[in-house]
T-cell receptor, first 114, second 117 residues
């Protein structure tokens, strides 16, 4: 069985500050890991994914995440927050790839303040 | 990127009626579509996986007679909530993939908000 834990249902940062959204996973096999973003009244959009290649993954909109097996973590970061980054972020895990069953975390609402 | 649409975006119905939600892949052929359910402030929970031309595979605890899924073509899957009750009120999200289970991405629809009175 696989699972994802996202610490912090709400995160607030100032514009220009570092964004750090935490995700820890549990998987019995080498995982595929994903971060999705959901804007109000829109579908989920893939930010980035880890598929056992490089442990530091770069995604869209300046986001990146680092896979740390020893810590079973896949935290999402962005050096400088922008107002447009305000959204809900979901971490997800799959044991067979992005085109198959995904298990999602509970989501983190990111608020960006002036 | 690939676009997935859902219709309707919102629906309000009376208890006991059936509601059909459509999920369409607009610019690609979706060999597999997934249906998720999202409660407020909770995670997306996979309800079922549907492959074109075959019966859907339901997750444990999901009533297949209540949530009827049809994937009749490579661009359309439908979810019918039969005899809906207030506890079925939720946000339903579909996703679609074009195959290649290892690396392919799921493309998500914008969701359908179902309210059962």
């Amino acid at each position: 069985a696989q699972s994802v834990t996202q610490l912090g249902s709400h995160v607030s940062v100032s514009e220009g500050a570092l964004v750090l959204l935490r995700c820890n996973y549990s998987s019995s096999v080498p995982p595929y890991l994903f971060w999705y973003v959901q804007y109000p009244n829109q579908g989920l959009q893939l930010l980035l994914k880890y598929t056992s290649a490089a442990t530091l993954v770069k995604g869209i909109n300046g986001f990146e995440a680092e896979f740390k097996k020893s810590e079973t973590s896949f935290h999402l970061t962005k050096p400088s927050a922008h107002m447009s980054d305000a959204a809900e972020y979901f971490c997800a895990v799959s044991d067979t790839g992005g085109g198959n069953k995904l298990t999602f975390g509970t989501g983190t609402q990111l608020k960006v303040e002036l | 990127g690939a676009v997935v649409s859902q219709h309707p975006s919102r629906v309000i119905c009376k208890s006991g009626t059936s509601v059909k939600i459509e999920c369409r892949s607009l610019d690609f052929q979706a060999t597999t579509m997934f249906w998720y359910r999202q409660f407020p402030k909770q995670s997306l929970m996979l309800m079922a996986t549907s492959n074109e031309g075959s019966k859907a595979t339901y997750e444990q605890g999901v009533e297949k007679d209540k949530f009827l899924i049809n994937h009749a073509s490579l661009t359309l899957s439908t979810l019918t909530v039969t005899s809906a009750h207030p506890e079925d009120s939720s946000f339903y999200i579909c996703s679609a993939t074009s195959g290649g289970l290892r690396y392919n991405e799921q493309f998500f629809g914008p969701g359908t908000r179902l309210t059962v009175l």
